[in-house]
């Protein structure tokens, strides 16, 4: 049987990857802003924006 908490039941699937890449990418901002081809900042608020859906 899968388990699945409710605040994860609730993301897109466009959120769900970003979580996935995030984890692979070791938590790396930089990275991460390096596979997506966008600023830090960038990255930082669709990570801010993540938190928020989550909380």
Known sequence: ???????????????????KRFVLSSGSLKEMARQYE????????RLDRLIDKIK
């Open 1 to 19: 049987m899968e388990f699945m908490p409710p605040w994860l039941a609730k993301l897109d699937e466009e959120d769900v990857a970003f979580i």
């Open 38 to 45: 966008v600023t830090y900042p960038t990255v930082r608020l």
